[in-house]
């Protein structure tokens, strides 16, 4: 007697039978998958509620089980289909069946093997170890091989006499469920428990086995049980194609919920396991139609005068950074458990205390980077991987300060190819000590510095490498043989050698100011990660910061601060001007007696991948940018951040919401190119005007102009000067020198003089700029800001010019924008074709939908058609409304009034009201 595996695996041999054996095993394949997927999803998302995800209600709750549920029994199927053609293909092998069924198993799994292999090598340790790639290959190919075998072991399970009355293969059979149902739970639970967001290859390998294992433990269920017979008989097909149909159905419910609530998506992606890998790779996206800004806020009523900061232009500077220190930790922020920091403490009492300070990353790379420089390191990084930002040890030295700087090589370990130039420049500090070394070693080095060096003025960085992961208990300081137990020992080690350090300042070097504060902190599962760089939570990013300066009473200051304020309060205590481009406040007036209201503190930012976080007053708002949910916590009635408020205070969050967009185009704002330009292509000094001219400053325009027609400027600093008084916003003081300088014995000069005399409205100078289009030999700058102010004459000729700079403006998104605004008004068709090309670029795509609608060829109503509807971004689908009213057609009527009904933006569905109201009403554009 054949027994089911027999039937599943066994070579065709001619007629009908045959056949439906070999469908019927795939059947049997599908029905596990569904099975199998289904429990591993439910497990994963009830065993998220049960542990407990705040602001998930009971409903939520069954959405977020449900979509889990379906959406990893859907997944299960696709695996179980995969598996059963895979074996009806290996059956035509004949007697080599299993051969052919290890090849393609191996096949398959060779790629994930390969991944995962190399990838178990990137960590920090890891990577160290001799031979990897050889080891990696090993791997890789030892997971093939397991792949090989793992058909065999398939059928292997199903062998035997195979009969319903064999006591012994139904023994058999239950215990290789057991087994197999025993690695999956374990499976599960490491993937739960162990190294809790990080190295993603280690949990996608356990989500993949998991699944794997449970659709095999259901296939044994099945074949035990026999529900499903090896047959493929209409009653059979019946059943499969119901169980498919309903748990579509829920997966398309569930998936339409998550994308309605921000919570249930935020408890998907954060708190589960499996069915975030899942969802991660699923090919229909669960993006929300995230919000953006579309208006400015109103500016704030004008308020009076922050009073002045104190200033010790003389005064030592030492900075005291405590790798991984959670603020929760230090006893003067509240820490009762044990006496981790009575040194720190002791400090503590005399300084000012800043109880809700924010590092800019959760890891120390970019965190250390944004307070050397006062900047949002992490986003600069982005936008500007090549662009070098000078540390406050640069600007020090400039006003004979001497340096210096104690830290180990793990400051440069997270993207250290952007951090390369502070890692040659060594954050351009004088006296350097680069090495990992315990704390009270680096204690002494920092003493030696100071007796053998000995600085007349001096600012000093140390950073002390304990408590950073992996924890080691101090025998002085035997708290206990638990991570934290750990953790804690090694924050009284740091503390004792931070003592002693700040006694000898105190006793050898009176007046110091002294800065302590943590580069971030450390997660113990609060949200169930552990470590650090993983989250925005306040266990990852809230730190310790005391400020210590001599005169200065103590006190503590209860708003939000960020580590990017030290560097330009350091700069306001020594007396010494702030660069323009800094980001970080100036926390002087808080430091005044009296300080200033804390009220008048700015919101505190952070970021890690793409998460933002932004915290004002008792607010706080995290938002993934690219999955497109935000969690947003009271932190005065949840500090421990455990309940989403998200869908319960939807005004307060967009409000923050608003704020975190309006700071991330600031930094397009503030971070215009100063280094290196036309007049200095070396670097070298160039006069104030042409730096002012670089930010956007509109009152460098006086100075641009005297120096445009100076004979004693080199020519390359009059060229850029005339350049830069076209850039900005045209003034009329400046028009009469840009008239003159048409006449400039220098040819770029004059041409650049001749655009910005045209856009202050000297007809005179038209046909020189009409020239300047025709020359294709001349810089495409200079042609396409001829272009814009004949544009702004409501002249096409530069449309082509002007079309073809789309291509090359995207690293400028607001000149981008500018020239964007223009091709509208002049309403020509000749600029549809690339306002097409460029509209899947999401930075400028509002205004190229507007654009498109003011140009009105019907050539972009299919695009404008399908941005209303499916656009992800609700301004975008708003002005698509708007535009295709402009076109006016009526036969749009059906696609707006589908929006009107189905958007569940009310601002999208109100312009599309409108839309319709307008073509209605015969009042196009």
Known sequence: MKTAGDVRWSAPSGGGARFEARRGGLAAWMWAGLCGGGTVGAADTAWAVARGVGGLGVVQALKLILLGASWLALGGVVAGTLIGFGGRLAAFAGRRRDVAAGALSALVALPFTIVVAFAAFTGHRAAQIPGKRLLATLMALAGAAVAFDLPRRIRSLDAGPGTATDAHSRWRARLSIAALCLVAITAEACNQFVLRRLYPWFHASLAVVTGLLALLSAWEVRSEIGRLRPTWS??????????????????????????????????????????????????????????????????????????????????????????????????????????????????????????????????????????????????????????????????????????????????????????????????????????????????????????????????????????????????????GGGDMDRYDSEIAYADAAIGRLLAYIRDQRPGTIVILAADHGEEFDEHGGRYHGSSLFDEQVH????????????????????????????????????????????????????????????????????????????????????????????LTLDPGEHRNLIDDRPEPAAALRRLLDEWLDGHVQFEPVLARGAANPNGEQVPKAIERGRLGDLLAGPGLAALMLSTDEPVAVRREAAQLLVTLPPRAETAAQLSIAVGDRDSLVADWAAIGAVRAGDARAVDRVGRVLADGSLPRALRVRGALALAARDDRTGVPTLADSLDDCHDDILFCRLVILQLGKLKDRRAVAALLKHLPEVQNRREMVDALGDVGDPVAIPELVERLRHDEYVPVRAQAARALAKIGRTDLIPDLERAAHEDTEPSVAAAAREAIATIRGGRPG
């Open 234 to 479: 209409p009653p059979n097909r019946l059943k499969l194609a119901a169980a498919l149909s309903v748990t579509l159905v829920a997966a398309v419910f569930a998936g339409s919920q998550a994308r309605r609530s921000q919570t249930i998506r935020f408890a998907a992606w954060e708190r589960t396991t499996a069915t975030a890998q899942f969802l991660r790779l699923s090919p229909v996206s669960l993006r929300s139609r995230a919000t953006v800004v579309g208006e400015r806020v109103d500016a704030e009523a004008d308020l009076p005068p922050l009073p002045p900061g104190p200033r010790r232009p003389d005064a030592d500077v030492i900075i005291i950074t405590v790798d991984a220190l959670r603020a929760d930790h230090v006893g003067a922020f509240g820490y009762a458990r044990r006496p981790t920091t009575p040194h720190i403490d002791q400090l503590a009492a005399r300084s000012v205390r800043f109880s809700r300070a924010y590092a800019q990353a959760p890891h120390t790379s970019f965190s250390v980077a944004s307070m050397l420089t006062g900047k949002y390191f992490p986003t600069l990084a982005r936008l500007a991987p090549a662009e070098v930002h000078d540390p406050i040890a640069s600007v020090l030295r400039q006003y004979a300060w001497r340096t210096a700087g104690f830290y180990p090589p793990a400051v440069f370990f997270v993207d250290a190819q952007k951090l390369k130039a502070y890692a040659d420049s060594n954050f351009s500090f004088e006296y350097v000590k680069f090495e990992y070394l315990e704390a009270q070693k680096r204690v002494d080095q920092v003493i030696r510095y100071y007796e053998i060096e000995k600085p007349r003025r001096s600012f000093v960085w140390v950073h002390f490498f304990e408590p950073h992961e992996p924890y080691v208990a101090h025998p002085e300081f035997p708290f």
């Open 543 to 634: 730190v310790p910061l005391l400020m210590s300066i001599p005169g200065v009473s103590p006190r503590t200051v209860d708003r939000p601060v960020e580590l990017i304020d030290i560097t330009p309060t350091v700069l306001g205590l020594l007396d010494i001007p702030v660069p323009v481009r800094m980001r970080g406040t100036d926390l002087g007036p808080w430091l005044a007696t009296p300080p200033a209201s804390a009220d008048r503190l700015p919101p505190a930012f952070a970021e890690v991948e793409d998460k933002r976080m932004i915290v004002r007053d008792h607010e706080k708002l995290i938002c993934d940018l690219n999955w497109g949910y935000c969690a947003y916590h009271d």
